[in-house]
T-cell receptor
Framework: AQTVTQSQPEMSVQEAETVTLSCTYD???????LFWYKQPPSRQMILVIR??????QNATENRFSVNFQKAAKSFSLKISDSQLGDTAMYFC??????????????FGTGTLLAVQP | DAGVTQSPTHLIKTRGQQVTLRCSPK?????VSWYQQALGQGPQFIFQ???????QRGNFPDRFSGHQFPNYSSELNVNALLLGDSALYLC???????????????FGPGTRLTVL
């Protein structure tokens, strides 16, 4: 069975600074996806960034980037130039690849990020 | 383009009662997944529906059941409610395309269920 662990329940960062959220996972699968989702107080879960396990290059989406270490089973999220709107709960998630189908997401317990003005 | 919608927004029930939650998928999507998010926790997968059948199921008792309609909308039913069923219930929709290895799941805003 796959598990996802987020060891930082809460974090705080000053506006315009950089913050890194940590995530580790456990799986015996070789092909899978990893995700970071953002859940603001409005509750809507929003996909921030996605990483395919077979790609060595780390994914980047504007101010968001990941550090994917497959051997260490580590997947951290870096937010650069933090903005007040980044304040939210951030979830790391894992998806096994069956191929040709949508599989279930396995989530960590989340990290509550507060961006301070 | 309408995203995933869920109803109701909030719901209060008492122990032993039954509840039905509803989800309309994003336009063009045919697969619906349901997740339970207890307070302070990450979402837990309940089950997934495609072509009006349950395709995958998480570790939830039979009190949790669902249905998918021909228009792809879905219902989640919970019988004999327990206090521990209090949670945010999230619906996610996606498009199941043969041969594709990944289809993004889009989430709705959730239904907050409180069991007293």
């Amino acid at each position: 069975a796959q598990t996802v662990t987020q060891s930082q329940p809460e974090m705080s960062v000053q506006e315009a600074e950089t913050v890194t959220l940590s995530c580790t996972y456990d799986t015996s699968e070789n092909n899978y996806y990893l995700f970071w989702y953002k859940q603001p107080p409005s509750r809507q879960m929003i996909l921030v960034i996605r990483q395919e396990a077979y790609k060595q290059q780390n994914a980047t989406e504007n101010r968001f980037s990941v550090n994917f270490q497959k051997a260490a089973k580590s997947f951290s999220l870096k937010i650069s130039d933090s903005q007040l709107g980044d304040t939210a709960m951030y979830f790391c998630a894992f998806m096994k690849l069956p191929g040709g189908a949508t599989n279930k997401l396995i989530f960590g317990t989340g990290t509550l990020l507060a961006v301070q003005p | 383009d309408a995203g995933v919608t869920q109803s109701p927004t909030h719901l209060i029930k008492t122990r032993g009662q039954q509840v039905t939650l509803r989800c309309s998928p994003k336009s063009g999507h045919d697969t619906v997944s349901w997740y339970q998010q207890a307070l302070g926790q990450g979402p837990q997968f309940i089950f997934q529906y495609y072509e009006e059948e349950e395709r995958q199921r998480g570790n939830f008792p039979d009190r949790f059941s669902g249905h998918q309609f021909p228009n792809y909308s879905s219902e989640l039913n919970v019988n004999a409610l327990l206090l521990g069923d209090s949670a945010l219930y999230l619906c996610a929709s996606s498009l199941r395309i043969s041969g594709r290895t990944y289809n993004e799941q889009f989430f709705g805003p959730g239904t907050r269920l409180t069991v007293l």
